[in-house]
C-alpha cells in the first residue's frame, strides 16, 4: 500500500505553472495568501459537513492554521485541520485546473510578464502559487471522518509530474510543506511571516498561528515555542464598518472573489427588521477572462449565522449583475438549506430584490459622484448591464438610467452619454429617443439616416455593441420617451421641423408627385412605397425599413446565423 505513484500534471497545469513562475516572480509572497486562503476554506467546509455529521471533528472543534519553518532547512509549512481530501481529491484538485474555459484564457498570455501578472491576477490560481518560492512541495493530507491510514502524500517540483503515496496520519486536515528555493530563505522568517499574515490574512476567520518566540532566559530555561494567534480571527462582514479599513476590505475581497486586484468598490450592510442578513458586496475592478463563458461559476459566498454554507450561490444575484462578488450571512435561512431549497424560497426572492437595488442605487450614486470611476465600470460592464432591461423588466428604468452610449453630439466611439443627459438636451418639440444600429463606429455614424438629424441638432445614440438591438427592444422607452430607430418607418420630424419648414415640405411634395409615381412604378415589387423626405440633406436617395421590421444590424445578425 505504500508504492509511490507518479502522475503528469495536465496540460494546462504545466503551462499555468511555468507562466506563473515567470511572471509572478516581482510578487512572491502572495503564495501565502493563497495557502493560507485554502486553509481557511477547508475549515468553512469542515464546519459546514460537521453540520450533518458532528463526528467529523474527531473530537476537536478548534479550527485553525499552524505556521511554521525551518530557517535551516529553508522549508515552510502550513497545516490547517480542516476537511483534508481524499486521494481522488487530491489528484482532482492538485493535478487538473477545474475551471471552464482554461485553455481559452491560456492562449490570451502574451509572454509580456507585466500583462500575464495582471491575467493571472483575474484568472486566480491559488494552490499553484506555492512554485513561485518553492522548488518542492508536498502536501499530507487526510478527509475528515477517513481512517488514519488512508492519509496522501502528494509531492511535486513543479515540472510536469507528481507523486502520490499512501501514509498515516493521525490529524485530519492538510499539512502543506514548501522547501524555499536558495533565493527565497527569507520567507521562513518570524517576523516578514508576521507582517505578511497581518498583511494578507488579518481578516482570516480562524485564528492563523506562528510560533511564540520565547527568550533565551525564560523561566524554564527552554526556548520552548508556543504558538501565537497573529491574526483578529474574527469574520471580517461581521466587524463595524467603522472599525475596518479599506487595505482589509481590499484583502478579503481578493479572498471571497479569487481575483488579485483591488475591487472597484464595495457595499457593507448589516440589515434587521423583516429580513435579518449582512452583506458584503464587491463590484471587481475588471471583467473575469469568463464574464461572457455560460458556464462560469458566479454568485455569493453563503453564510448562515455565520456558518459558512456554499459558494456560488448563484440565486441572490440576476445574470445582468454576475459580476459582483461578496459574502450573504441570513439569519432567516436554515442552516440544512440547499441549492434545490434556495431555487423555492421566498426569502431569497426577497433578499435577492433587497441586494439588486443596494447594487443598482450605489452604482447610481457612483455615476452622480465619481463619474471617472462609473466611466472605468461602464467600459468594462456595461455589455453585461445592458441585459438588464430583458432580465429585470421591473428595474428597466433604474438599469437604463446607468447605460451609457456614444452619439452623434461627442463625435466619438466613447460610450460616455447617460439617457438623463440626452433627455436633458432633446430639442424643443422632439419626443423621442433617436438612436442607429449598426456594426461599428464607423459605419454607423457615417451612416446618410444622420443627416437630417445633424442639421438639425438633433442627437442621436450610436449603437455599435451586439446586445444593443436587443437591448432597446426591451427597453422601449425611457422617462415616458420611446426609442426610435433612425432607419425605420416614418419618422415624424414633422415634430422638428418649424411652420415655414412644413410649407416646403408640402410645396415639395406636390412638385415631385409625378416623378415619386415613376420611381414607384419602376421600382414596383422592389420597395413598399416611395416618399419625398426631408431625411437627406447630401445624399439624394435612402433605403429605410418599415417600422416592425428587423432593424439592419439584427437582419443581418440573423443571416449571418443561417436563419
Ligand atoms: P480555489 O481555492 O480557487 O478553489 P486553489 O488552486 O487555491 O483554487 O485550490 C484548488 C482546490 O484544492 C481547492 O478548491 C480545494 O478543493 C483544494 N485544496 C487546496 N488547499 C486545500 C486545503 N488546505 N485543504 C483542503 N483542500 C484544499
Ligand atoms: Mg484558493
New binding site residues.
Partial sequence: AASKETLGFKTEVKQLLHLMIHSLYSNKEIFLR??I???S??CD?LRFEALQNDALFEGNAELGVHIDFDTEARTLT?E?N????NRE??I???GT???SGTAEFLSKLSGDQKKDSQLIGQF??????AFIVADKVT?E?RRAGDDAADGVCWESAGEGEFTLESIDKANR??R?TLHLKEDDGEFADSFRLRSLIKKYSDHIAVPVYLPQEVSEDDADGENKQIPEAVNQAKALWTRSKSDLSDDEYKEFYKHVS?DWNDPLLWLHNRVEGKLDYTSLLYIPAKAPFDIWNREATRGLKLYVQRVFIM?DAEQFLPLYLRFVKGVLDSNDLSLNVSREILQKDKQVDSLRSALVKRVLDSLDKLAKNEPEKYQSFWDEFGDVLKEGPAEDFANREKIAKLFRFATTKSDSAVQNVGLEDYIARMREGQKKIYYITGDNYAAVSSSPHLEYFRTKGVEVLLLTDRVDEWMVGHLTDFDGKVFQDVTKGELDLDELADAEEKEQQKALEETHKDLVERVQKALDGDVKNVRVSSRLTDSPACLVVGQYDMGGHMRRLMEAAGQ
Avoid: P, Q, R, W
Fill in positions: 493563497e495557502l486562503s485554502n486553509a476554506d477547508a467546509k502550513i490547517d480542516g476537511i483534508g481530501m481529491e487530491v482532482n484538485h492538485l485546473i477545474a475551471k486566480g490560481v491559488g494552490f499553484y502559487s502536501v493530507t486536515g492538510t502543506i479569487h459558494d
